[in-house]
């Protein structure tokens, strides 16, 4: 049980990187429509995650570091929430 909650998450945080990456490379992009529902649904999963390092991080002027600073944050708590579950599940690490 301990092993597919482990896979389960660590997809859920793959998703969550791939759809921060594309969220990055979409702002990069100024043709690209925001209204259009692909842009708007993956602004609407990722943009919630990185609001918290928005608001605690000084402006850099058009520089937005904060996805850079949470795909850290988040990879840390990844680290460490899989570290436990695997030696909950009594394998090593």
Avoid: C, K, N
Wanted: proline share 9%; aromatic share 12%.
């Amino acid at each position: 049980m301990i092993t597919l909650l482990r896979e389960v998450l660590g997809i859920v945080f793959q998703v969550w990187s791939f759809l921060l990456l594309a969220w990055v490379i979409l702002s990069w992009i100024p043709s690209i429509p925001r209204y259009h529902p692909v842009v708007q649904t993956v602004e609407r999963l990722v943009e919630p995650t990185i609001r918290p390092f928005r608001r605690l991080l000084p402006g850099l002027g058009p520089i937005d570091v904060s996805p850079l600073i949470a795909i850290a944050v988040y990879q840390m708590v990844w680290l460490v929430l899989d570290r436990m579950l695997a030696e909950a599940a009594g394998g090593f690490y």
